[in-house]
């Protein structure tokens, strides 16, 4: 896996989170991943971009090839 790029708003250390998606009762939970900063008060906190992904190489991916802030 590749390292994590800094968030592009704050600097601020990146973090990898599982989510479980439940469509309906009688299914297993789809499960996500995602990438996002978990600095206080950043404009970014959590998960500003709402990308969920199947796997955690694809997560990592388009949060690293996200434009950097101004």
Same mark, same amino acid.
């Given at each position: 896996?590749?390292?994590?790029?800094?968030?592009?708003?704050?600097?601020?250390? %990146?973090?990898?989170?599982?989510?479980?998606?439940?469509?309906?009762?009688?299914?297993?939970?789809?499960?996500?991943?995602?990438?996002?900063?978990?600095?206080?008060?950043?404009?970014?906190?959590?998960?500003?971009?709402?990308?969920?992904?199947?796997?955690?190489?694809? %997560?990592?991916?388009?949060?690293?090839?996200? %434009?950097?802030?101004?």
């Amino acid at each position: 896996m590749s390292e994590l790029k800094p968030c592009p708003f704050c600097g601020g250390k %990146a973090e990898i989170e599982d989510f479980e998606y439940f469509p309906d009762c009688a299914n297993e939970p789809e499960k996500w991943k995602s990438v996002g900063c978990f600095t206080d008060g950043c404009v970014c906190e959590r998960h500003c971009d709402g990308v969920y992904c199947e796997s955690e190489i694809e %997560a990592v991916k388009k949060w690293n090839t996200r %434009a950097e802030s101004n």
